[in-house]
């Protein structure tokens, strides 16, 4: 991993769900059981059907919630209180990603495709709080999801990110196709590799990654 690839970069822009922490908390099955509750009570389906929605969504749209603006006009606050009230006991305080991130030079920002006060939950339990100079969520965005190219032109936009000197962290690999093609940076960060063109650098040590650029 060259050093070099960073050296123009200016603004680090990190993803939250199992970015910021390791998939094997399995924190956002919770929010993946609220989801579903959520579809079940507000279109009156069962289960399965619930299910099967939210993956549908999640799949053609990016998220759950595009697809119940777009296919049922639901409002999409409600739905960000509900499915993001879960429990944070199984996160924990990270010292050494603190401290990597913040030694990074320039701007640091999270952008997140949950809402921005369940980034700030995350971002306290994690010990990361105060080390981002700002959290943006989908609502940042005008509600459009990563991976939209709206999106992320929304949020760079508020907050002056200029993506040819930016870096892109992401466990979702479709989240850094427009990133890419936008001359950003880009570092999937997830327990196994995922092989893509617009995939530049991989990690699955965030930290460690982290500590090799600085």
């Known amino acids: 991993m060259p050093k070099e690839d960073f050296t123009h970069v200016e603004a680090w822009v990190f993803d939250l769900d199992n970015t910021l922490y390791s998939p094997h908390v399995r924190l956002f099955d919770q ?4 989801m579903t509750s959520f579809v079940m009570d507000t279109l009156r389906v069962h ?12 799949r053609e749209h990016g998220t759950t919630l595009a697809g119940l ?9 409600p ?39 369940y980034a700030e939950r995350v971002i306290d339990a994690r010990g990361l709080s105060g080390v981002f100079d700002a959290v ?58 995922h092989a893509a063109d617009h995939i530049q650098h991989y990690t699955d040590d965030l930290a460690g990654f982290l500590a090799r650029l600085v």
């Open 31 to 34: 929010i993946e059981q609220r």
């Open 47 to 58: 289960r399965a059907e619930a299910d099967r929605l939210r993956a549908l969504y999640w």
């Open 69 to 77: 603006m777009r296919e049922h006009g639901i409002e999409p606050d």
């Open 79 to 117: 739905y960000l209180v509900a499915v993001h009230d879960i429990s944070f006991d199984a996160l924990d305080p990270d010292p050494d990603l603190r401290a990597r991130i913040a030694d990074l030079p320039g701007r640091r920002i999270v952008y997140t495709n949950g809402s921005a006060p």
């Open 136 to 193: 943006y969520g989908v609502e940042h965005a005008g509600y459009r999801p990563k991976p939209e190219r709206a999106a992320f032109e929304a949020v760079f936009k508020r907050d002056g990110v200029a993506p040819a000197r930016a870096a892109m962290f992401e466990d979702d690999p479709r989240n850094l196709a427009e990133p890419h093609a936008m001359g950003m940076r880009t570092v999937h960060v997830a327990p196994e590799p």
